[in-house]
């Protein structure tokens, strides 16, 4: 079955640098788009970015734009979103997605931006 699994997340300085991996297992890893998305407390789960092939990456959310970047190794089964200049606006669960039928998620890794 389509198993998602998010890493890497934690608590961080303002200004601060983290990278999320999700390994993905259960289908053709190659073959799919892959998904960030993150909710922050009380709000909606929002796109932050997807990338298809590796050359072509795309951060959806303008306020990340500059600052995170995703990417993928086919090799590893796994996707990546890097993340730079963290705010503490950026706290949130972060979940990797792929839609293999249906919307598959993760488990989450919460983020939390914080002096």
């Known amino acids: 079955q389509v198993q998602l699994v998010e890493s890497g997340g934690g608590l961080v300085q303002p200004g601060g640098s983290l990278r999320l991996s999700c390994v993905a297992s259960?289908?053709?890893?190659?073959?799919?788009?892959m998904y960030w998305y993150r909710q922050a407390p009380g709000q909606e789960r929002e796109l932050v970015a997807t990338?298809?092939?590796?050359?072509?990456?795309?951060i959806t959310k303008d306020s990340v734009k500059g600052r995170f970047s995703i990417s993928r190794d086919n090799a590893r089964n796994t996707v990546y979103l890097q993340m730079n200049s963290l705010q503490p606006e950026d706290t949130a669960v972060y979940y990797c997605?792929?839609?293999?039928?249906?919307?598959?998620w993760g488990q989450g890794t919460q983020v939390t931006v914080s002096s």
């Open positions: 997605s792929v839609l293999v039928g249906q919307r598959r």
């Open positions: 259960g289908f053709t890893f190659k073959n799919y788009a």
């Open positions: 990338i298809s092939n590796p050359d072509l990456p795309m």
